[in-house]
């Protein structure tokens, strides 16, 4: 089975910040990634798929990149309504497996 | 509005069964791929399986296949899970979500886009 590493797990940063996750399954996935944003205390949320495509209604601020095995989910300014685990997905088979998580906090 | 209500949580003996369901309305169900997704208390999210939009591909996690059932009424716009043989390791915030099309992998498949609240399972003495 395809494992799915997230890094960090943590991380903390300071409002306007450019933060950058990454995702990388160990084997190769091609496009077949989406990333989830959980607010503390409420349902995740979709925000990209195919690795770079942004669901409708996300701020632009949120961008995804990779194909393969590696890929990124940046937030190019970090605003305090961003505090919140990140979660890579992938969908290259029935299988959809997440990866453990990343949380971001404010500075 | 497009919205997914879970119910059939509880406190269940290990060894027992619950049966959730999820009411989606506010969208053609037949049309779009449902998945079971659980969480774990503090823990990351989990995949558990999916249905097609039709109802006649399904899939599981090793974690959970050959002891829960997904399966779906298209007549009643409706999601079940049947859980068995429930275990401690089993007790989690369960989440129905809709897939962002019918199928539930692959090049025409668009993510999970919406989530319902969740229902709480707990497998204990």
């Known amino acids: 089975d395809i494992q799915m590493t997230q890094s960090p797990s943590s991380l903390s940063a300071s409002v306007g910040d450019r933060v950058t996750i990454t995702c990388r399954a160990s084997q190769g996935i091609s496009n077949y990634l989406a990333w989830y944003q959980q607010k503390p205390g409420k349902v995740p949320k979709l925000l990209i798929y195919a690795a770079s495509t942004l669901q409708s209604g996300v701020p632009s601020r949120f961008s995804g990149s990779g194909s393969g095995t590696d890929f990124t989910l940046t937030i190019s300014s970090l605003q305090p309504e961003d505090v919140a685990t990140y979660y890579c997905?992938?969908?290259?088979?029935?299988?959809?497996?997440f990866g453990g998580g990343t949380k971001v906090e404010i500075k | 509005e497009v919205q997914l209500l879970e119910s059939g949580g509880g406190l269940v003996q290990p060894g027992g069964s619950l049966r959730l369901s999820c009411a989606a309305s506010g969208f053609t169900f037949s049309s779009y791929a449902m998945s079971w997704v659980r969480q774990a208390p503090g823990k990351g999210l989990e995949w558990v399986s999916a249905?097609?939009?039709?109802?006649?591909?399904?899939y599981y996690a090793d974690s959970v296949k050959g002891r829960f059932t997904i399966s779906r009424d298209n007549s009643k716009n409706t999601l079940y899970l049947q859980m068995n043989s429930l275990r401690a390791e089993d007790t989690a915030v369960y989440y129905c979500a809709k897939d962002g099309s019918m199928v539930t992998f692959g090049y025409y498949y668009y993510g999970m886009d919406v989530w319902g609240q969740g229902t709480t399972v707990t497998v204990s003495s």
């Open positions: 249905i097609s939009g039709s109802g006649g591909s399904t």
């Open positions: 997905q992938k969908y290259n088979s029935a299988l959809l497996t």
